[in-house]
């Protein structure tokens, strides 16, 4: 081979992440990946984003992707630095995130010596990616990276690792371009037409029908979400989303009865209990939305539409299943109603919707506001009133806040609501939203927090700083893993072991030595005054906001429970059937 | 607690007839073309354990140095659910092209290949002598005091080869484990 055709790995990396669009790259040097960093030296086009911590690293890239629809990227070196991922890879696997996450490696040489900072890190991030490789030929560098993106962001997207060792990084080879690349890799994009046919006709049929639909609505992008809302609005059918679906159908349209699910709404778990017809679109079925599985929704016909082959019957069994992209199928869903003239039948669908509407009556997201002291609930919707109109990203760390935040904020587009559904990690919000702040410059980026969450990547702040992303964390202090202490007082008989930290940090104190803004609220009086100075200050900014500690999240299915079975308050305690351990959502 | 278990207590109370049919627990044989890249198996092998599918038997080698593939026969059981499962989360991975039941899709052979040590001597060494010729067992050692023999069969053969050997000085035995491929014309 030539010299002068040929470049090194590290200049190999760089022409295959600019071929593939990446403008941004979220990372941590090394000694393993110091040939890359010295080209990243060289050049302007590629953005280092120069995080405190390499997993949140990966978590500002998954803020990154989710905001963007764009793959993230991370760049992190071997040995801890690679380990230090695995927590966000897990995470993206779980909630479908689509990242390509280069490690750096010992020497080729070196590899299976125990050499100073190896890590079988293939080995390790096995069961957590999408799919992984380990590099030994620069010639084969190039097509690793564009297969590497084609698997992150196809069908149902991942995490992918690609492992570089030092030596593949230093040597040289040839570059293919990404058109001369053609992967293999090929999922199912295109429903069954046949299918898809006989679930419209079902769903025209309904009595009581119901469209449960989740965060693949999401992954297939905007134009499903579109489609989403034309074919619910054409319909006149109520709808539920997931956690992870949470603005793919606008939240202030009638037919949205809100989250369902383990804290998700009366209306939205009843209506899912009771249908003759249920229509999931890119949703999986998960447990905390489940409740006891076979009590779940026992007499409805279900039709289960996903990506992913192995989604389908996993958890529960689907009457009708249509593997294919939720886009692809719902604009033939609405082509076909059209062309078959199908409609609703009309005097089905009224008592349906009164009964619904006798349900939502209950108002179950209601709850004692105070003067005295702030309820988490009113922070939230203060928080809402004050930003909805500056079309607000919200990210959010895990507990009771993130619950509250899923139930009182209200997302009326997609790609706005991010959050760790799958893996529950406390932790992620704020770089999430340091990524989503990269994406984004000019948007209103806020990070809803627990005061425990926070401080598992509050590193983050200085990140935040250096790169002048005006991110605010929005802190609900309740002085307690909130969302602990809860299962701790309604199932662990009140007591709470370890669910309480005597010593916080004063947040306000923290920010300043960060060299971000710090502000705090003690009285319900104070709460507007605060997030209007946040949103304000364009810098970072930490808003201690300090709530009732006793405060519970409700509606809540308790574990083992279905979905007619439901606690809607503190006075409402029907605990007289505790549900088994073994029967799904047993977790916090 | 496992995502299959979830399921199977679905359909305890589920429709009657489904319930039976779903609840049985079959023996499957699946043949698996993949890549033959680095760390394909234990892709394979950790979706097994990861899971809580079994794993029975589990051969892999190449069949087509062309186009570097290799062929893995894996013998499972489970639910009918449980083995759809285990087909569809086979097929999500990257390095597999194709995924065969062919315990579903028809008639199939399938053999295995033991090498088994019996040691004894007078009545009993003769009698392994005369049981592996019924067998169709071929001997490829010998010593005054000992036998390995070569049985191929079905795993069912191997196994009964096997038992009756155990009172005639058994002392060990290696096994292959299955291969199979369905009958016809048509490849995988
Ligand atoms: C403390 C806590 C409490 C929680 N409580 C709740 C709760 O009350 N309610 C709730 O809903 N969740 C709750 N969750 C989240 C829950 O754990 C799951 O993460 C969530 O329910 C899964 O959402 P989903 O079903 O939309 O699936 P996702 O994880 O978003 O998966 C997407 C699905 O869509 C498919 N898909 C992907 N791309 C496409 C495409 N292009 N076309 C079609 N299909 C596609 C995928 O294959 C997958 O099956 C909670 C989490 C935490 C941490
Ligand atoms: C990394 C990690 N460790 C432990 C848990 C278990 N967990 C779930 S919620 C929670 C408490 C969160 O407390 P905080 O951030 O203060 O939120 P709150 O519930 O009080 O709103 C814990 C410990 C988790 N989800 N993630
Ligand atoms: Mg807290």
């Known amino acids: 081979m030539a010299q002068q055709d040929s470049l090194t790995g590290a200049e190999i990396l760089l022409k295959a992440l600019a071929d593939q669009g990446v403008e941004v790259i979220f990372g941590y040097p090394g000694g393993a990946v110091l040939p890359i960093y010295d080209e990243l030296f060289k050049q302007n086009r590629l953005r280092h984003i120069l995080v405190r911590h390499e997993q949140a690293a990966v978590h500002a890239a998954e803020g990154y992707a989710r905001s963007t629809g764009k793959v993230g990227c991370v760049l992190v070196t071997s040995g801890p630095g690679a380990t230090n991922t695995v927590t966000g890879l897990t995470d993206a696997l779980m909630d479908s995130i689509p990242l390509v996450c280069i490690t750096g490696q010992v020497p080729t040489h070196l590899i299976g010596n125990d050499a100073f900072q190896e890590a079988d890190i293939t080995g390790i991030t096995r069961p957590c990616t999408k799919h992984n490789y380990l590099v030994k030929d620069p010639n084969q560098l190039s097509r690793v ?163 992913d082959p192995s989604s389908i019957n996993k958890n529960v069994v689907a009457d009708l299943s249509i593997v294919g992209d939720a886009a692809h199928i719902l604009e033939e869903m609405i082509a076909i109603w059209r062309a078959k003239q199908y409609r609703a039948d009309e005097r089905a669908l009224r008592a349906w919707w009164q009964r619904i509407d006798t349900w939502r009556s209950r108002n179950c997201l209601h709850y004692e506001n105070s003067t005295r002291i702030i309820k988490p609930q009113f922070a939230i919707q203060r928080l809402y009133e004050l930003t909805k109109d500056r079309n607000p990203y919200i990210c959010t760390e895990v507990g009771q806040h993130q619950m509250w935040s899923a139930q009182h904020f209200r997302f009326e587009r997609p790609n706005h609501w991010m959050t760790s559904g ?58 307690y893993m909130g969302m602990v202490r809860q299962w701790q007082e309604l199932i662990h008989g009140g007591r709470y072991s370890q669910s309480h930290m005597d010593a916080h940090p004063d947040f306000v104190k923290l920010a300043d030595a960060f060299g971000a803004v710090g502000l705090r609220a003690e009285k ?59 029967d799904g959502m047993v977790l916090v | 607690m496992t995502a299959w278990c979830s399921s199977e207590r679905q359909r305890e109370q589920g429709n009657e007839t489904v319930t039976k049919v779903a609840e049985e627990t079959n023996r499957h044989t699946i ?123 079905s795993t069912d053969k191997v196994c009964a080869f096997i038992k009756l050997m155990e009172s005639l000085g058994l002392v060990e035995v290696s096994r292959t484990g299955v291969v199979a491929i369905a009958r016809g014309t048509n490849p995988l």
């Open chain 2, 31 to 153: 043949s698996v073309l993949v890549d033959n890249e680095a760390g394909v198996l234990a892709r394979v092998i950790g979706l097994f354990s990861g899971r809580g599918y079994n794993i029975e038997s589990l051969t892999v080698a190449e069949v087509n140095p062309h186009e570097n593939l290799s062929r893995i026969t894996i013998v499972t059981s489970g639910t009918r659910l449980i083995i759809e499962q285990i087909k569809n989360q086979l097929r999500r991975l990257v390095p597999v092209h194709r995924v065969r039941d062919l315990t579903l899709e028809g008639p199939h052979v399938s053999r295995e290949l033991a090498l088994v040590k019996v040691a004894g001597t007078g009545e009993k060494r003769v009698e392994a002598l005369r049981i592996a010729d019924v067998f169709r067992a071929r001997t490829v050692d010998t010593t005054n005091e000992s036998f390995v023999f070569e049985v191929v069969g």
């Open chain 1, 145 to 307: 990276i564009h297969e590497a993106f084609h698997v992150a962001r196809s069908g149902r997207p991942g995490p992918v690792v690609v492992d570089l060792p030092k030596d593949v990084v230093q040597a040289r080879g040839e570059y293919q371009p990404l058109a001369k690349v053609t992967p293999k890799y090929r999922p199912q994009v295109k429903g069954d037409t046949a299918s898809i046919e006989k679930a419209v006709e079902i769903i025209a049929q309904a009595k009581r029908p119901m469209f449960y639909c989740g965060g693949g609505i999401v992954n297939s992008g905007p134009a499903a979400c579109q489609l989403l809302t034309q074919l619910v609005r054409t319909t006149g059918y109520p709808i539920t989303l997931t956690l992870m679906g949470l603005g793919a159908f606008p939240a202030s349209d009638p037919l949205f009865l809100g989250m369902l699910g383990m804290h998700g709404t009366y209306e939205a778990n009843l209506a899912m209990h009771d249908c003759d017809v249920m229509v999931n679109i890119g949703a999986r079925f998960d447990d905390r939305v489940t409740g006891r599985v076979n009590a779940f929704s026992p007499d409805s016909y279900k039709i289960h539409i996903d990506i």
């Open chain 1, 422 to 479: 799958g893996l529950g990690t406390m932790g992620y919000g704020l770089p999430a939203a340091m990524g989503v702040q990269v994406a984004h410059p000019e948007a209103l980026v806020i990070d809803i927090a627990g005061e425990s969450s926070i401080q598992m990547n509050i590193q983050e702040m200085a990140t935040l700083c250096q790169f002048h992303l005006p991110v605010k964390v929005f802190i609900l202090n309740n002085q």
């Open chain 1, 524 to 582: 319900p009086g104070e709460l507007d005054d605060v997030i209007t100075e946040m949103i304000a200050v364009d810098r970072p900014v930490i808003a201690d906001i300090r709530t009732d500690a006793s405060e519970n999240c409700f509606p809540m299915i308790m574990p083992g429970m279905a979905h007619n079975e439901m606690v809607l308050g503190p006075e409402d305690r029907c605990m007289e059937k505790p549900g088994s351990e073994d």
